[in-house]
């Protein structure tokens, strides 16, 4: 079904699983959505934790569609604001 409704999401990447050809990424509130060697739009070798995802997922099964990186050769880094 190429209708089926979708929404977008960014998603940090927080687990790269090679042996499973299969990354994790968490976005907010928590939610962790997967993509394999068969989502469009990446390629499992080029993915590195802290990186950031634009993601098209698909409502019904809540299954990642599309990936698109957001932020290319930048490691997203925690700053901590003065009080």
């Known amino acids: 079904m ?9 998603a940090e990447v927080f687990a790269l699983i090679p042996e499973y050809g299969q990354a994790i990424l968490r976005a ?5 959505l997967a993509i394999t060697q068969h989502t469009e739009g ?3 070798t080029d993915l590195s934790d802290g ?10 099964f ?5 990936a698109q ?3 290319p050769d930048q490691i997203l880094v925690e700053v901590s604001k003065p009080n």
Do not use: W
Request: proline share 0%; with cysteine; aromatic share 6%.
């Open 62 to 66: 809540c299954r990642v569609s599309r």
């Open 2 to 10: 190429d209708d089926e409704e979708t929404f977008q999401i960014r």
């Open 42 to 44: 990446v390629s499992l």
């Open 28 to 32: 907010g509130g928590g939610r962790k």
């Open 69 to 71: 990186l957001v932020a």
């Open 51 to 60: 990186q950031l995802y634009l993601l098209t997922v698909k409502r019904r």
